[in-house]
């Protein structure tokens, strides 16, 4: 790949409030809701149209499960919730209870969205360092959210949560981890190969590389290799991620030229805030970026396609981020 190659720069992770995105936010707390079936203005609300079923036994243990267990489901409602060994892809991790009854009495009614989103801010995000042992990366891939009764459970006075952790993808989709998250690297990095949805002229979450896509994922790189005595300047970072970058371009597309294929070649890099917490790990991305730098076009295909090249788009692309 020529060295004079387009570049782009990735945006940044910007949860540093956790939970705040109400895209982000709405993604997650119906799906943690627990609820057999749900009706967004109806369900979430607390009124009586399409309402909230009871939970199956297996969920009934998972909303009650206590700090340190680790809960997955597949269903959109999250009807099948149950608890997994955390050493399994599993989608929240428990790390407190929290009791309600102080702030709601019996005859309160079940809390709006924005006031389960506060409850989120104030009752969770405190106790997530005493768990892990140490910091939360803020732009990591890690997010505090919380596991909320259904309205059925509130009305018969149910006002136990369960805050815990999560990985939710640009999109607001709720990605699987594996491992305790004490353990996991936070760093906010997609394995290569991985293609991220184009939602408006921005990036949404991982799908297939053959529909429209924002970026491609094609390396993942760890900054100590180079940097080892210490946080490396995000100019120092540029500079080595320049080179190590395209290198990896090269590898990964078996040395095509990505400015023939109307592709540019970007990195992401990490904040003071993220080395301190052991977050290192940087991914090299491809993409085909709109004329005005506003943000990026669809692509369709990898670029590991050698049977034919990506098709970029000059149209302003519609949303079709995951989510």
Request: hydrophobic residues 35%; negative net charge.
């Amino acid at each position: 790949m020529p060295p004079d190659a387009p570049r782009f720069r990735p945006p940044l992770n910007t949860l540093s409030t956790r939970v705040v995105m109400a895209g982000v936010f709405l993604g997650a707390i119906l799906a943690l809701a627990l609820s057999v079936t749900f009706s967004w203005s109806d369900s979430l609300a607390g009124g009586a149209g399409g309402g909230e079923g009871k939970l199956n036994a297996a969920a009934e243990e998972a909303f009650h499960a206590p700090p340190g267990n680790c809960l997955t489901w597949s269903a959109p409602d999250a009807s099948d919730a149950h608890k997994v060994a955390c050493t399994q892809p599993h989608l929240f991790e428990v790390t407190s209870m929290i009791d309600l009854g102080a702030q709601f009495n019996a005859e309160a009614p079940f809390p709006s969205l924005d006031q389960w989103q506060q409850i989120a801010q104030d009752k969770c995000n405190g106790d997530v360092r005493p768990y892990l042992g140490h910091a939360l990366d803020p732009y990591g891939r890690l997010t505090t959210n919380l596991l909320r009764p259904t309205a059925e459970q509130w009305d018969e006075g149910d006002r136990q949560l369960r805050c815990g952790l999560q990985w939710s993808g640009p999109g607001g989709g709720l990605q699987p981890t594996t491992g305790a998250a004490k353990d996991q690297d936070q760093s906010m990095v997609w394995a290569p190969g991985t293609c991220l949805a184009l939602a408006g002229k921005g990036i949404g979450d991982p799908t297939d590389c053959s529909r429209p896509h924002s970026y491609e994922i094609i390396a993942t790189l760890d900054l100590t290799t180079k940097f080892k005595d210490g946080y490396p300047s995000l100019k120092d970072q540029d500079t080595w991620l320049d080179t190590a970058c395209a290198d990896a371009a090269k590898t990964y597309t078996g040395g095509a030229d990505l400015g023939q294929k109307k592709l540019n070649l970007g990195w992401d890099r990490r904040e003071q805030e993220s080395w301190d917490v052991g977050s290192t790990k940087v991914n090299c991305e491809v993409a085909a970026t709109l004329p005005d730098k506003s943000g990026f076009q669809a692509v369709t295909g990898s670029v590991k396609d050698t049977s034919k090249a990506p098709a970029s788009s000059s149209a302003p692309p519609s949303s079709t981020g995951g989510g």
